[in-house]
């Protein structure tokens, strides 16, 4: 074997390593597990977590819809909950609130989540009503459709046009609708 052909297999080795290191999940000692697919758990106390309503009441249909908040999400810090879906995807904020920096807009991308490949980028929306009030809001839909996908996310990867700011964005809440008919 030579050096060259040792080097590649020590990288090789390396990076199948690092992927499936990446793709395993702890659990705790109580051996609790993690009530969404997503892979990891999440601690109540980190910063920028969405707050989700559970369960319908009983005898009550679950819709296909879910709402939030969000806090102090900066651009590329953090993404949505996933939720199943592969059709139709509605986003609408309320009361969005910058810290950091003037001027008002949130650019909001979906993402399909693919499983053991790279996640497609579906596109981004550029929201500014929500910035005029407390109650104002910004509502965008995309109505694409990948193959092989399962899941849906948003990210937040730019505010007032950059990926490059400290700035960070608080929404007094986030609607997901998932139904085109209503």
Not at 24 to 35: C, D, F, H, V
Not at 106 to 118: D, E, R, T
Request: a negative charge; glycine letters at 10%.
């Amino acid at each position: 074997m030579t050096r060259t052909s040792q080097v590649r297999a020590v990288l090789i080795a390396a990076l199948a390593v690092t992927t499936l290191v990446g793709t395993i999940t702890s659990a705790n000692a109580k051996g609790t597990q993690p009530k969404s697919r997503d892979a990891y758990a999440t601690n109540p106390n980190d910063p920028g977590l969405i707050e989700l309503y559970s369960t319908p009441e009983p005898g009550q249909i679950g819709p296909l819809n879910w709402d939030g908040a969000i806090g102090g999400w900066g651009p590329g810090n953090f993404e949505s909950r996933h939720w199943a879906d592969n059709d139709y995807t509605e986003i609408q904020f309320i009361g969005c609130t910058m810290f950091g920096a003037t001027g008002k807009s949130a650019g909001v991308k979906l993402w399909q989540s693919i499983p053991l490949s790279f996640d497609k980028d579906m596109g981004m929306q550029t929201y500014y009503n929500c910035f005029t009030g407390p109650d104002a809001s910004t509502r965008a839909w995309w109505n694409v459709y990948y193959a092989n996908g399962d899941d849906r996310y948003f990210t937040i990867p730019q505010l007032n046009g950059s990926e490059y700011t400290r700035a960070t964005i608080s929404v007094k809440r986030v609607y997901v609708d998932t139904a085109l008919a209503d």
